[in-house]
């Protein structure tokens, strides 16, 4: 069961404007991952559904960070359908992300009270998925649908959007700003930011670093 309310969740998003995301299939990795990401200021991380056994490394990741870091909001990426939604969900994920927009994962997410953010690509379903009670709309890929130049086309028209744009997001002043000027309300970050050389080197205080450094462009691109 979620320990953060919807509302927490996406306060905590607009507030921060970073959700870093990653998948390792190592709990060890994972629980240093998610503290660096703490420590940097990022308390809402998003642990994606990929591996093999990912669940279970969720499940224990979960468990840990409600002693650990009672601080951080955990929750659930590459969700494409409801049952795997409804796993996490009893595993502790305080939100859902996923690459595609589904209908009953939307429903399910609504009966629950969790927050949902679901891939889209074009107005039409960014549309969809607001009928289905979405606040925060992640756009993905990125980079591919339109950069901030979309996001700009779509608040035109519909400036009661929020949108969280994820593949195509790099972790520099000029990118994160080029993506809060078009009027973002948040970014995701995956291995631009959580990078692969710095797991291996185990190197979680260059990620803590470079993690305080996004957020402080973020905040300097939102003129606070």
């Known amino acids: 069961m979620a320990r953060f309310s919807r509302l927490e969740v996406l306060n905590a998003m607009v507030e921060i404007g970073l ?4 998948y390792h299939g190592d709990v060890v990795v994972a629980k240093k991952v998610v503290e660096a990401c703490a420590g940097g200021g990022a308390r809402v991380v998003e642990f994606t559904n990929r591996g ?3 669940p279970h ?5 979960s468990q840990w960070a409600v002693k650990a870091l009672p601080q951080v ?4 990426g590459s969700v494409v359908d409801a049952p795997t939604a409804a ?12 690459p595609l927009l589904n209908p009953e994962v939307a429903r399910l997410c609504n009966r629950r009270k969790i927050a949902y953010s679901p891939g889209c690509g074009t107005a039409s379903e960014i549309s969809q998925a607001e009928e289905l009670g979405v606040e925060i709309v992640k756009i993905f890929p990125g980079e591919s649908v ?6 700009k086309a779509i608040l035109g028209p519909c400036p009661w959007t929020r949108i969280m744009p994820t593949g195509g997001v790099e972790p520099t002043r000029e990118s994160l700003t080029a993506w809060f000027k078009a009027g973002v309300t948040a970014v995701g970050i995956g291995s631009n930011l959580i ?30």
């Open 73 to 76: 909001i955990l929750g659930v």
């Open 195 to 224: 990078r692969r050389d710095l797991i291996q080197a185990g190197d979680y205080a260059a990620m803590t670093a470079n993690v305080t450094q996004v957020i402080a462009w973020i905040r300097e691109a939102r003129g606070k």
């Open 57 to 61: 490394v969720f499940t224990e990741l």
């Open 52 to 54: 093999d056994f990912a």
């Open 146 to 151: 339109g950069g901030p130049d979309f996001v």
């Open 19 to 22: 959700v870093p995301v990653f």
């Open 87 to 98: 796993m996490y969900i009893a595993s502790g994920a305080n939100f859902v992300v996923g």
